[in-house]
């Protein structure tokens, strides 16, 4: 399985095209947000220069959650393509059981968004120095990892169980396509949650890239927040948060971070028993 995991990374990373297309969520973002939605954030933020420091964190925030959705489903693409190129069928023949070769692709998957969302990253570091920003403390920096690494793995199992029926690249090309487009949405970074209708909210909370990048705000922005409204009412702190889908809120209850890990923890068990299921039935192809 860990063999199987390593010659699937190979092949991701191997593939410019589809390290490229992978990330091209995260360079869409960026683009609308120099072109536009930057000055536009900065405007309704207020605050002057501590309003655009909060804006910068919270833009790369919900770019680092978004890439470890979105480069975890372009590696589930060697699973696909593998299928079309009928080299699945070479796999079953080998001495390995389906728990091994499926093991390989969730593997790979989980690592590839974790060490891409990494790298991702370290560029929104180095972008929000160059804009006068500063880095994390240590502490953040592994808290942020934590929560990578965890978003990645719920990511994964819930991606794996989506395209574990998918044995086409045109098919995949579609979901890729829809997922992509969707997933900035769902995780409020076009629009901001705050500007959202309840029930449109409930949705976008109901997914786990939502609970992750909600955590990395909160990691993110929390200097720059307390910079930006210092000697204000912790009533506003807590509206502008709630706006910008720093912090969520299911009524009146405030989600509390526990709460943020618990719903991604849950996740990837709870889609790991549905991959399982769909690995334990006939093969189809």
Same mark, same amino acid.
């Given at each position: 399985?860990?063999?199987?995991?390593?010659?699937?990374?190979?092949?991701?990373?191997?593939?410019?095209?589809?390290?490229?297309?992978?990330?091209?969520?995260?360079?869409?973002?960026?683009?609308?947000? &120099?072109?536009?939605?930057?000055?536009?954030?900065?405007?309704?933020?207020?605050?002057?220069?501590?309003?655009?420091?909060?804006?910068?964190?919270?833009?790369?925030?919900?770019?680092?959650?978004?890439?470890?959705?979105?480069?975890?489903?372009?590696?589930?693409?060697?699973?696909?393509?593998?299928?079309?190129?009928?080299?699945?069928?070479?796999?079953?023949?080998?001495?390995?059981?389906?728990?091994?070769?499926?093991?390989?692709? *969730?593997?790979?998957?989980?690592?590839?968004?974790?060490?891409?969302?990494?790298?991702?990253?370290?560029?929104? =570091?180095?972008?929000?120095?160059?804009?006068?920003?500063?880095? *994390?403390?240590?502490?953040?920096?592994?808290?942020?990892?934590?929560?990578?690494?965890?978003?990645?793995?719920?990511?994964?199992?819930? *991606?794996?169980?989506?395209?574990?029926?998918?044995?086409?690249?045109?098919?995949?090309?579609?979901?890729?396509?829809?997922?992509?487009?969707?997933?900035?949405?769902?995780?409020?970074?076009?629009?901001?949650?705050?500007?959202?209708?309840?029930? &449109?909210?409930?949705?976008?909370?109901?997914?786990?890239?939502?609970?992750?990048?909600?955590?990395?705000?909160?990691?993110?922005?929390?200097?720059? &927040?307390?910079?930006?409204?210092?000697?204000?009412?912790?009533?506003?702190?807590?509206?502008?948060?709630?706006?910008?889908?720093?912090?969520?809120?299911?009524?009146?209850?405030?989600? =509390?971070?526990?709460?943020?890990?618990?719903?991604?923890?849950?996740?990837?068990?709870?889609?790991?028993?549905?991959?399982?299921?769909?690995?334990?039935?006939?093969?189809?192809?």
């Amino acid at each position: 399985m860990i063999n199987l995991a390593i010659r699937n990374w190979r092949l991701f990373i191997r593939d410019r095209s589809t390290v490229f297309y992978s990330l091209m969520g995260v360079f869409i973002i960026i683009g609308l947000y &120099v072109l536009f939605l930057g000055d536009l954030m900065a405007e309704g933020v207020g605050g002057g220069e501590h309003g655009a420091r909060l804006v910068d964190n919270w833009i790369m925030a919900g770019l680092i959650a978004v890439s470890s959705f979105t480069t975890t489903l372009g590696a589930l693409g060697t699973m696909v393509e593998d299928r079309d190129r009928k080299i699945s069928k070479d796999f079953r023949a080998a001495p390995l059981g389906r728990w091994q070769i499926s093991g390989g692709y *969730l593997l790979n998957a989980t690592w590839v968004g974790f060490f891409m969302s990494c790298v991702t990253f370290v560029l929104a =570091q180095i972008y929000i120095v160059v804009r006068g920003g500063s880095l *994390l403390p240590l502490l953040d920096i592994l808290q942020v990892l934590g929560v990578i690494g965890l978003s990645a793995a719920a990511s994964a199992t819930m *991606l794996f169980a989506i395209t574990y029926t998918v044995t086409s690249n045109q098919a995949f090309g579609g979901v890729s396509a829809v997922c992509g487009t969707l997933i900035g949405f769902i995780t409020g970074i076009y629009i901001p949650m705050g500007q959202f209708p309840p029930v &449109v909210q409930i949705v976008m909370k109901s997914f786990p890239t939502t609970h992750a990048a909600a955590l990395i705000r909160q990691i993110m922005t929390d200097r720059p &927040v307390q910079a930006m409204m210092q000697g204000a009412p912790d009533v506003m702190v807590e509206e502008i948060q709630t706006l910008l889908g720093i912090i969520l809120h299911f009524g009146d209850w405030r989600v =509390q971070p526990w709460a943020h890990l618990a719903v991604l923890t849950a996740s990837t068990l709870v889609f790991f028993g549905l991959s399982a299921y769909l690995i334990s039935r006939p093969a189809r192809r």
